[in-house]
């Protein structure tokens, strides 16, 4: 007892913040030594042979014949659920959760944590889960408070500020902030297949494993994992542009109902402007987003030129076109860099999740949070003038160029001098985005300037595709990001 009460003392003795300080420190040297002893006996399970099943985040629970992973005093293995789960590749018959997936916010930790279930669970293996049916909650306050309150079967009890409809949805929501992200049956199947899943289904609760409590508020779900190999997932976005998006891809703004390429203005201003039989010429076509979608605009007898020099982002280009409803025979994709004078070029690179970003330039990008991103490698590549090839394989008029290389624009511009001075290119669209042109030593008047000095009247390209000219290129202040047109007099779409 006395060892206690001099501890005790001594305790009280030390200031308050420097206990809060004491106190989290050695939360976070049990919850070290937990992991540690947790992942030594997942390695001796896996070494003992046998099958292993999962459930994940099951708190107290105990189910015979599967493992419980939390950090709960009584589960089997004290692990937390945000690292990299302690097991091989395919080494895990099944896995199991009740409403877990939801307290992970997206797209990352969610993307790594399924990432991690289907890397664990061996081919043939089922991942089961039980989420809160979020999409159900808003159609019932959709349909009215009577509806929504008599639908209510949230088995967590309401907190005592939930006073109407309204403070219940957001209690579900966010549920005093454990909750991070809301499902229902379109993007929960979305979200497993973009882990690998091959197969993915809406189930029925299920007495012998699901949760009697969670049965009347919960979607249900069951994922295969059929290969080795996570299985490629093709998204379609609201324009009808199909690509394929992997685990690790930076989309969260392309999914379900959005768009591939992210200036809708742009967008509404070509679709507009393109018609059949048209030729496009794609500068910085990156994986395809506004070429897919204008080779549909000009369909048929129109016929669009991509240009993307890197190696992975050329390979992205590649396989998306070729998934793309047939029309990938009226794609013509090229490898060299576009620029000023035909030889070789350095592209220095970004990590793959900003690979749109790639550029001749040593640019310094900031992500939200002031987070610094810059290149990590860099490329040797093949740079041809669009004179040049326009003249190789005979491309006598171009109606839509559009440029996007990251700070190069006037570059590219005086490597179609030739075109332009014969009048043989009628719009161009093309980016101005003062992060890039810093990194390029160029300023966005130099761009401006370059492409006024052949003739062509300047826009800025606004919402919904509203074009807005720029009557002095010295007393324009360009903002942080836009896309603007250049078109000769006569041409074009008319607004």
Request: aromatic fraction near 10%; charge should be neutral.
């Amino acid at each position: 007892m006395f060892p206690q009460r001099l501890h005790k003392l001594l305790f009280a003795c030390v200031p308050s913040r420097l206990r809060r300080v004491l106190g989290l420190a050695r939360q976070e040297l049990a919850r070290e030594w937990w992991q540690y002893q947790s992942v030594r006996k997942a390695k001796d399970l896996m070494k003992a042979g046998g099958s292993i099943r999962l459930e994940l985040g099951g708190g107290g629970r105990s189910r015979p014949g599967w493992l419980n992973v939390d950090l709960a005093a009584s589960a089997d293995l004290r692990l937390d659920l945000g690292r990299p789960l302690p097991f091989t590749d395919q080494s895990v018959d099944a896995i199991y959760s009740s409403h877990v997936l939801e307290h992970f916010s997206y797209p990352v930790p969610l993307r790594s944590f399924l990432s991690e279930c289907f890397r664990i669970l061996k081919v043939g293996g089922t991942f089961r889960a039980a989420v809160p049916d979020g999409g159900r909650a808003f159609r019932s306050y959709a349909a009215g408070c009577q509806q929504f309150v008599s639908d209510r079967h949230w088995s967590h009890p309401q907190p005592n500020w939930c006073r109407c409809p309204m403070d219940d949805l957001n209690f579900l929501a966010y549920m005093d902030g454990h909750h991070h992200f809301l499902f229902d049956e379109t993007n929960l199947v979305i979200r497993l297949k973009e882990a690998g899943f091959g197969e993915v289904s809406l189930v029925e609760y299920d007495e012998a494993i699901d949760l009697p409590e969670r049965r009347d508020q919960s979607l249900f779900v069951t994922a295969v994992r059929t290969s080795a190999d996570p299985q490629p997932l093709w998204l379609a976005d609201k324009r009808g542009v199909t690509w394929r998006v992997f685990s690790d891809d930076n989309l969260p703004d392309r999914f379900y109902g959005s768009a591939y390429f992210n200036d809708a203005g742009t967008l509404d201003f070509t679709q507009r402007l393109l018609r059949p039989g048209m030729t496009v010429i794609d500068v910085g076509a990156h994986w395809g987003e506004f070429a897919l979608f204008a080779v549909e605009c000009v369909q048929p007898g129109g016929v669009v030129h991509a240009f993307e020099p890197t190696a992975h982002s050329y390979s992205r280009l590649k396989e998306n076109t070729g998934h793309s409803r047939g029309q990938s025979g009226c794609m013509v994709l090229n490898k060299p860099a576009v620029w000023d004078h035909d030889g070789q070029a350095v592209i220095n690179t970004f990590p793959q999740h900003y690979a749109t970003w790639n550029t001749m330039g040593k640019p310094k990008m900031f992500l939200p949070g002031g987070k610094v991103i810059e290149p990590v490698s860099s490329e040797v590549v093949e740079a041809v003038t669009l004179d040049t090839y326009s003249q190789r394989r005979q491309v006598s008029h171009v109606d839509l160029l559009k440029i996007d290389v990251e700070g190069f624009e006037a570059d590219v511009i005086r490597g179609c001098s030739e075109m332009l001075r014969q009048s043989r290119i009628d719009t161009i669209i093309f980016e101005i985005s003062r992060a890039p042109l810093k990194g390029a030593g160029r300023s966005a008047r130099e761009t401006l300037e370059a492409i006024a000095s052949h003739g062509l009247r300047i826009s800025r390209i606004g919402e919904g595709g509203k074009l807005f000219p720029i009557d002095s290129i010295e007393s324009h202040e360009a903002p942080f990001f836009a896309n603007y047109v250049a078109k000769r007099a006569g041409t074009g779409e008319q607004q």
